[in-house]
């Protein structure tokens, strides 16, 4: 699964009120902290991942390899802050927004020649007044004390 671009930006802004659930320290990327990972990411499917300074790896490398060991997307990386997710199996929590090109092909500008609103054409015949006419019935008169 690859998320694009408009999921990601919508996963970010969804993580961007979470605390970090799991720390990544000195022990590294070990069998524990994954499994920590993986079950933090069935209970809420979206979760951060806090790299601390004395772990031994750097937090490029943990968002290449951490990632991948939990079977989880990577959303993005904020500084120590890994943000990854991974769709809950039967029951998602987050729905995703979906891509401009779907199933159903392309979205397509709509045909002059099919029908629609009508829409008026800009020179309409009996509109051919001229701005400084004033509105029927409007003849003032002008002012002599002036």
């Known amino acids: 699964m690859s998320l694009s671009g408009k999921q990601r930006r919508f996963l970010?802004?969804?993580a961007h009120s979470l605390d970090p659930l799991v720390s990544l320290g000195k022990e590294g990327i070990t069998e524990n902290l994954v499994s920590a990972v993986t079950d933090a990411l069935l209970a809420h499917e979206l979760i951060k991942v806090r790299v601390l300074d004395n772990a031994p790896v750097s937090r490029q490398e943990a968002a290449e390899d951490l990632p991948t060991q939990a079977k989880a997307e990577l959303v993005g990386l904020v500084g120590r802050i890994l943000i990854l997710y991974k769709r809950?199996?039967?029951k998602p929590?987050?729905?995703l927004p979906r891509?401009?090109?779907d199933?159903?092909?392309p979205a397509r500008e709509?045909?002059?020649d099919a029908p629609g609103p009508a829409r008026e054409p800009e020179d309409a015949p009996?509109?051919?007044r001229e701005p400084d006419e004033g509105a029927p019935g409007?003849?003032?008169e002008p002012d002599k004390n002036a």
């Open 12 to 14: 970010r802004a969804e």
């Open 126 to 128: 009996g509109d051919a």
């Open 88 to 90: 809950h199996p039967h």
């Open 99 to 101: 891509e401009a090109v």
């Open 110 to 112: 709509p045909d002059e």
């Open 138 to 140: 409007d003849a003032r």
């Open 103 to 105: 199933a159903r092909g």
């Open 93 to 95: 929590k987050l729905t």
